[in-house]
Nanobody
């Protein structure tokens, strides 16, 4: 059974930091590129960051320099370190397995200005 479980969301003031985690099971994690996406109220889901199976990373321009995606293949975990948060980062953040296109249930991030 495939499971992607996000955690670490919450309420933070602008300029603050949060670290999101995604625990993966039931997928060939070491072979999978993993991504983070987000969806703000009334908007379409948008891509945030990707990390390949070998650790290469790519970021949306809106988060470049502020967010860092990483993975721990030994623990089947992927992380999103979010610094210098802005109100426009408020959204539900989703973990995605790009190989099988599985999604987690999401974790809410709210940035107060």
């Amino acid at each position: 059974q495939v499971q992607l479980v996000e955690s670490g969301g919450g309420l933070v003031q602008a300029g603050g930091s949060l670290r999101l985690s995604c625990a993966a099971s039931g997928i060939p994690f070491r072979l999978s590129a993993m991504g983070w996406y987000r969806q703000a109220p009334g908007k379409q889901r948008e891509w945030v960051a990707t990390i390949t199976s070998v650790g290469n990373t790519n970021y949306a321009d809106s988060v470049k320099g502020r967010f860092t995606i990483s993975r721990d293949n030994a623990k089947n975990m992927v992380y999103l370190q979010m610094n210098s948060l802005k109100s426009e980062d408020t959204a539900v953040y989703y973990c995605n397995d790009k190989l099988g296109n599985y999604w987690g249930q999401g974790t809410q991030v709210t940035v107060s200005s």
